[in-house]
């Protein structure tokens, strides 16, 4: 039992209030939980009730980490998972964060995998298997992977590829325009095939390119 004697704002910032037990600093709390919880001076708290503010509190704190990860980008729902587990929390809390994140539709490996193609064709053209062990690194489900990478040419992926690299290497002869491209090509996980064709492609539309402008 102890009795609530003091709520302070914390110092280094307002979104935390410090609860003090009797007389004594006992513990930082979320203000949002302090709200939720209708503390307030004078309180008596049982130890059932203060271990019950520590668990909520815990909680918040897990599902705060989570929420500031996921807004730099989409993640995959392992990603989250091994952030959380880094961050010192325990598996029942990180199932609960987990489960309260896809009920709000802000965690979904579906929607992740879609996320990371769209991204990777528009910066970084990749080929098909290189996307998908990407997202299976990731943790995506192989059946979400399917789904996502079936629709996609890798030759088709390789000629984008290859034009924004073509523009900073389209002066060179063509053996070491080939070389260059090649591996260029080879990084993003193209097949042998899918180099020499797209190679091909481009240099002649380099040259027919020239051509016109020479007229």
Same mark, same amino acid.
């Given at each position: ?82 952030? @959380?587990? #880094? &961050? =010192? +929390?325990?598996?029942?809390? $990180?199932?609960?964060? *987990?489960? %309260? ?83 260029? @090509?080879? #990084? &993003? =996980? +193209?097949?042998?095939?899918? $180099?020499?064709?797209? *190679?091909? %492609? ?14």
């Amino acid at each position: 039992m102890g009795r609530i004697t003091a709520l302070k704002v914390n110092k280094r910032t307002d979104k935390k209030i410090n609860m003090y037990l009797d007389g004594k600093f006992a513990i930082s709390i979320d203000a949002e939980v302090a709200v939720k919880e209708g503390l307030k001076i004078g309180q008596e708290l049982s130890i059932d009730k203060i271990e019950d503010l520590m668990k909520n509190i815990a909680l918040a704190r897990c599902f705060n980490t989570a929420y500031r990860y996921l807004s730099y980008r989409p993640r995959s729902e392992m990603e989250i998972k091994e952030r @959380l587990r #880094r &961050r =010192g +929390f325990e598996g029942t809390l $990180i199932e609960i964060v *987990i489960n %309260k994140l896809k009920e709000n539709n802000l965690l979904n490996d579906t929607a992740f995998a879609q996320f990371w193609k769209e991204n990777r064709n528009t910066f970084r053209p990749t080929s098909k298997n290189l996307t998908r062990m990407e997202l299976r690194n990731k943790g995506v489900a192989d059946a979400i992977i399917d789904e996502i990478t079936e629709q996609t040419d890798d030759l088709e992926t390789a000629y984008h590829a290859a034009l924004s690299k073509a523009k900073s290497i389209s002066h060179l002869e063509y053996n070491i325009f080939y070389r260059r491209m090649s591996y260029h @090509l080879k #990084r &993003r =996980g +193209f097949s042998y095939s899918i $180099i020499v064709q797209t *190679i091909k %492609k481009v240099w002649q539309e380099l040259a027919e390119s020239s051509e016109k402008g020479s007229i």
